[in-house]
């Protein structure tokens, strides 16, 4: 799970890792969850949208601003109530999930709780004293962190929370080869509610291949990886 303020560069450090685990094992599948339709050519052709909330298997999935269908406050919907199951089956079913989110607290409580990696871009002052009170600690560690830190150098730091280490890592952010603003603010002139396509035409692969074939004939060669 990465949290963290406004431009703090959550997605871009995301998207890198995206990329360096791809890089790794070209074969294991990489998704991305509720990415805009429309938006779908700013993406390489290895990355696959998805929009059901049983991701598939072995795979690994990025949800980007994840309060968006995992928001704490429908937590009694059906989604809701699958995903809250689900979230227990990840490991069984090899799946690598990386959320992304500005405060925790618009989070479902089963993705927060079951996180092993906790990463905070730069927090802002309102996320310390006003974020879910169990991680208000952590955050408040890494407020502390950055603080010395310039305006510049915030970007590119993470504040690390794992079984393995706690800290901060003053060079983390390396943008991904196909890393562009426009995927930063990917939902910038779009509709949310227009975007919301029920979830029978969600699923029909001809409704998704048809929005791939016509999104990825604008994609700049330089976006495009084989």
């Not at 431009?7 to 990415?35: D, Q, W």
């Not at 150098?153 to 080869?177: C, F, H, Q």
């Amino acid at each position: 799970l990465t949290a963290g303020g406004i431009g703090s560069g959550k997605s871009c450090l995301n998207y890198g890792i995206l990329e360096a685990l791809h890089n790794l094992n070209p074969a294991r599948r990489v998704c991305v969850y509720g990415f805009p339709l429309s938006k779908i050519n700013l993406l390489p052709s290895w990355i696959e949208p998805i929009y059901q909330e049983e991701y598939p298997e072995d795979t690994i999935v990025l949800a980007d601003e994840a309060y968006l269908t995992h928001y704490a406050k429908d937590h009694m919907s059906k989604g809701a109530r699958f995903i809250d199951k689900f979230e227990g089956l990840v490991r069984q079913k090899h799946i690598l999930t990386l959320y992304i989110t500005q405060q925790t607290r618009k989070l479902l409580l089963a993705d927060v709780s079951g996180i092993q990696l906790f990463l905070v871009k730069s927090p802002d002052i309102m996320m310390m004293r006003l974020d879910r009170s169990e991680l208000r600690p952590i955050i408040r560690e890494a407020w502390d962190a950055f603080k010395p830190l310039s305006k510049e150098d915030r970007k590119k730091a993470t504040y690390v929370l794992s079984s393995d280490m706690e800290g901060l890592i003053k060079e983390s952010n390396t943008p991904p080869n196909f890393w562009s603003e426009e995927i930063s603010e990917a939902w910038r002139g779009v509709s949310i509610e227009e975007e919301k396509l029920d979830q029978k035409d969600r699923s029909n692969e001809e409704v998704l291949t048809a929005y791939w074939a016509r999104a990825t004939t604008n994609i700049c060669p330089s976006c495009k990886l084989q």
